[in-house]
């Protein structure tokens, strides 16, 4: 099942093709260089494996993708080698790139990194952030209230991501900032809107979150800025978790 939230600036373009959260992925694409390109598709095709299109055992062609993302075949063969260095796919001789899929243990580990990680940059932010990267979380904040009004995904993420990268901007520590960055690789954080989007109640709860953020940081108080990011992160990935353990996604091991 396809589902229209799932992807970043790439988007299939066939009979199920998705609604890309912000803008025409044809243009974005036509904008980037080559490496973001591949990054991008890396990211879009793992979103779908932990959402459940492309389950563990399927066989990934890359002549079908090419054809879904109207890119060539080039840029998928280097998108499926990222996915293969980060375990997400195994590149079998004669069959092509086949899916090794998300464990439940994967995902909670990985939120549990995350929710470090994220935390320190939140700390960070509230100690030396600028009027500038300030104003940016105030919109993203802004945003976010939107996003309960109208509840499009795009709205909900592009405030999501404008948030996280101003905090981790914030910060100031581009070696933390590219290790988060590699994380989402492995778990894009467009996710989060599969577990929030059929309830009023927790994307009400997660934009508070971000808001209790935010109020933190303003307040220049790099615990409360910790603690609050910390639990953040660590209930998105609580939510993603039981969301995919309900629609079978995950795999055993």
Request: net charge neutral; aromatic share 6%.
């Amino acid at each position: 099942m396809s589902l229209p939230w799932l992807g970043s600036y790439l988007t299939p373009t066939g009979s199920n093709s998705y609604a890309p959260p912000v803008g025409p992925p044809n243009k974005q694409l036509s904008t980037r260089g080559r490496p973001g390109v591949v990054d991008d598709l890396a990211e879009a095709i793992q979103t779908r494996i932990i959402a459940g299109d492309f389950p563990a055992g399927a066989r990934l062609r890359q002549e079908q993708l090419a054809a879904e993302y109207a890119l060539s075949r080039t840029p998928i063969r280097e998108a499926l080698r990222k996915l293969q260095a980060e375990g997400t796919v195994e590149l079998v001789p004669n069959q092509g790139a086949v899916v090794r899929g998300t464990s439940v243990r994967d995902l909670r580990e990985g939120y549990e990194v995350r929710a470090e990680l994220e935390g320190m940059a939140a700390a960070l932010a509230a100690t030396w952030i600028t009027d500038e990267h300030l104003t940016q979380l105030r919109d993203a904040d802004e945003l976010f209230r939107r996003a309960i009004e109208d509840s499009q995904p795009g709205t909900w993420a592009q405030a999501n991501d404008h948030f996280h990268e101003a905090v981790q901007a914030a910060a100031g520590n581009e070696r933390l900032r590219r290790t988060i960055r590699d994380l989402h690789k492995a778990f894009p954080r467009r996710l989060t809107w599969g577990a929030l989007e059929a309830d009023s109640k927790l994307l009400a709860d997660n934009v508070e979150q971000h808001n209790e953020i935010l109020r933190a940081i303003e307040s220049r108080d790099p615990d409360a800025a910790r603690d609050a990011m910390r639990r953040h992160v660590l209930r998105a990935g609580e939510l993603i978790t039981r969301w995919v353990e309900r629609r079978g996604t995950t795999t055993a091991h």
